[in-house]
Every structure is written in structure tokens, then in C-alpha cells.
């Protein structure tokens, strides 16, 4: 079965400080795929990223970049120069590949991220 | 733009009512999903569909049902609503099952 696990319930940082979200997964497939996902005060969830499970390479977005490692089985999210608005909820979450048929995402318990000015 | 709906940002029912939550996708995505989200407990999968008029259980499907008689729209029904069913559900849509999903803006559900 697989699982993700964000262990970091709450964080809290000073606006312009570099933040990293951790997620760990588990699954028995070898091909899948890890999601990050923001829902902010409004309540709505917003997609940020998707990554399979063939592709390492880091990924970075402007300010946000992903590192992605099979080895430790994590894909954490930096934040870099954190802003009030980073503030939100940040869920990771694990889709095993097409062999496993209806594949449904999983989703870690989330990370509350506070960036206070 | 990825367009996911939802009939009713707040609702507030009695208990033993029938309620309908409405999720309408404008993205010819084949599959559609209800999620619950309760703090502590994240978020979980109460049923998801994968085409017209065909639906699976999620993880916790019990009462509930749902129902898609068109590819665009997914509806979760409470047969009679309990206080226990008071939380935020969270529709989504995506092209597949190992793609990104599109989540509507959620229903916050009261039931007194």
C-alpha cells in the first residue's frame, strides 16, 4: 500500500527566510507519481507540481524547487525568500503508475507553513 | 484554465435531510473525485468516477452515494445527514489516474 508522510505538522519562519517542506513516500511500484499541492486560507487546493518516478532531475519554478530523491524515497519543496502569501497549507501526495489500474492519489497529512512579516 | 465548480461554498442542513453537493468540471476530464477534509485527519476519498454512470468507493464511502449522469458533472448525495458529516468537501477532476487533479473551491457542510 502505498503511504506519504509529512512529518512536519506546523512551520514557522520570518518573511525572506529559505523554508523546505519534507515529504517521504512508500510505495511497491516502480513507476508512480508525487505531487505538491498549496490550499491557502480560501480553502481551495492548488496544483504546483507533478514529478514520475523515472525523472530526478530538481525542478525549480521561480522561487519554489523540488528535490526529488529515489534514494531516500523524498520529493521536499523549497521555498526560497519566503513571503507572507507563501502562508497555506502544503500537501504532498503519491499516485502509483497505470499497472496498478485505478490509481487514486494518496495524500500526506499536510504542513502548515505560517511566514509572519 | 482548468474550471472546477461547486454549487455551494457554505450549506447548512439538519439532520435525517437529503443533501446534494453539486461539482461541475469544463475540462472533458474523464474522472472526478469527493474528498472529505476534516483537520487532523487530511483529506479522504469518499467515492471517484472514472466515466459516465460508472463509480467506485473511495475510502469512505459509507453514507454516501453519488451519481454521474453526464461526463462534466459529479454529484455526492447524503442520504440522511448525520452531524458527523459536518466538514469541508473538496471536488476534483483530472484526465486520468496518474494525473494532476483540479480541485473546486469546497462546500463547507454544517449539519445540526
Known amino acids: 500500500a502505498q503511504k506519504v508522510t509529512q512529518a512536519q505538522t506546523e512551520i514557522s519562519v520570518v518573511e525572506k527566510e529559505d523554508v523546505t517542506l519534507d515529504c517521504v513516500y512508500e510505495?511497491?511500484?516502480?513507476?508512480?507519481?508525487l505531487f505538491w499541492y498549496k490550499q491557502p486560507p480560501s480553502g481551495e487546493l492548488v496544483f504546483l507540481i507533478r514529478?514520475?518516478?523515472?525523472?530526478?532531475q530538481n525542478e525549480i519554478s521561480g522561487r519554489y524547487s523540488w528535490n526529488f530523491q529515489k534514494s531516500t524515497s523524498s520529493f521536499n519543496f523549497t521555498i526560497t525568500a519566503s513571503q507572507v502569501v507563501d502562508s497555506a497549507v502544503y500537501f504532498c501526495?503519491?499516485?502509483?503508475?497505470?499497472?496498478?489500474?485505478?490509481?487514486?492519489?494518496?495524500f500526506g497529512k499536510g504542513t502548515m507553513l505560517l511566514v509572519s512579516p | 484554465d482548468v474550471k472546477v465548480t461547486q454549487s455551494s461554498r457554505y450549506l447548512v442542513k439538519r439532520t435525517g435531510e437529503k443533501v446534494f453537493l453539486e461539482c461541475v468540471q469544463d475540462?472533458?476530464?474523464?474522472?472526478m473525485f469527493w474528498y472529505r477534509q476534516d483537520p487532523g485527519l487530511g483529506l479522504r476519498l469518499i467515492y471517484f468516477?472514472?466515466?459516465?454512470?460508472?463509480?467506485e468507493k473511495g475510502d469512505i464511502p459509507e453514507g454516501y452515494s453519488v451519481s454521474r449522469e453526464k461526463k462534466e458533472r459529479f454529484s455526492l448525495i447524503l442520504e440522511s445527514a448525520s452531524t458527523n458529516q459536518t466538514s469541508m468537501y473538496l471536488c476534483?477532476?483530472?484526465?486520468?489516474?496518474?494525473?494532476?487533479?483540479?480541485f473546486g473551491p469546497g462546500t463547507r457542510l454544517t449539519v445540526t
Open positions: 514529478r514520475n518516478s523515472f525523472d530526478e
Open positions: 476534483a477532476s483530472s484526465y486520468g489516474f496518474s494525473y494532476e487533479q483540479y
Open positions: 475540462m472533458d476530464h474523464e474522472n
Open positions: 501526495a503519491l499516485s502509483e503508475g497505470p499497472d496498478s489500474g485505478y490509481s487514486t492519489l494518496t
Open positions: 510505495t511497491r511500484d516502480t513507476t508512480y507519481y
Open positions: 468516477s472514472y466515466d459516465v454512470k460508472m463509480k
